[in-house]
């Protein structure tokens, strides 16, 4: 089944001790990208990769680290978690650019709460 | 990012037709698209709109115009399973998708 998959589904952690969330696409896409979701703010977009080793930054950036060294592959780092990274957090892929109307498919989300 | 404003929510009786507006600034504009996302769920994707006009699929719809920043999404026979919260997005420079803070709708009998 073609699919974005992202671990955990949820996540407890302590403030200041690394964790990384993992995706994988089985896609075969070229495009991959993190978005955090909050209530009043919607879904802010976090990194955005448009091929292997090339990452960009999206709105809200500060605090996570992303690498794309296998095409199926975009891990989200969080070097020293805050309690203002407390998100829902989606992993998303797509075929072509967004440009030619191939819309992001969103993995299932991380739900992560630091305390 | 792109300024992306969405009504927060609207409420529609079953059956009915409702439009979802959304509005957003021009500059370094490529296209909209529309999500869908139930409560506690991924958002899904809709439509994608870059030239002006009506795109149509099945009940629902999506329409563009560039000139104004302005779209909508037009439900046509609600369900109740049209309960969902309606995401409008604007694609900007490289992969970047700006959304907006979405519009809960609430389907009624």
């Known amino acids: 089944e073609a699919q974005v998959t992202q671990n955990p589904r949820y996540l407890i952690t302590v403030t200041g001790k690394k964790l990384t969330v993992t995706c994988s696409q089985n896609?075969?896409?070229?495009?991959m990208s993190w978005y955090r979701q909050d209530p009043g703010l919607g879904l802010r977009q976090i990194y955005y990769?448009?091929?292997?080793?090339?990452?960009d930054k999206g709105d809200v950036p500060e605090g996570y680290k992303v690498s794309r060294k296998e095409k199926r592959n975009f891990p989200l780092i969080l070097e020293s978690p805050s309690p203002n990274q407390t998100s829902l957090y989606f992993c998303?892929?797509?075929?072509?650019?967004?440009?030619?109307?191939?819309?992001?498919?969103f993995g299932s989300g991380t739900r992560l709460t630091v305390v | 990012g792109q300024n992306i404003d969405q009504p927060t929510e609207m409420t529609a009786t079953e059956g009915a037709i409702v439009q979802i507006n959304c509005t957003y600034q021009?500059?370094?504009?490529?296209?909209l698209f529309w999500y869908q996302q139930h409560a506690g769920e991924a958002p899904t994707f809709l439509s994608y709109?870059?030239?002006?006009g009506l795109e149509e699929k099945g009940r629902f719809s999506s329409f563009l115009s560039r000139s104004k920043g302005y779209s909508y999404l037009l439900l046509k026979e609600l369900q109740m399973k049209d309960s969902a919260s309606y995401l409008c997005?604007?694609?900007?420079?490289?992969?970047?998708?700006?959304f907006g803070t979405g519009t809960q709708l609430k389907v009624e009998l």
């Open positions: 990769s448009m091929n292997v080793e090339v990452t």
């Open positions: 021009t500059s370094g504009f490529n296209g």
């Open positions: 896609m075969n896409h070229e495009y």
């Open positions: 998303a892929s797509s075929f072509a650019p967004l440009t030619l109307g191939d819309g992001y498919t």
């Open positions: 709109n870059v030239l002006d």
């Open positions: 997005a604007g694609s900007g420079g490289g992969n970047k998708l700006t």
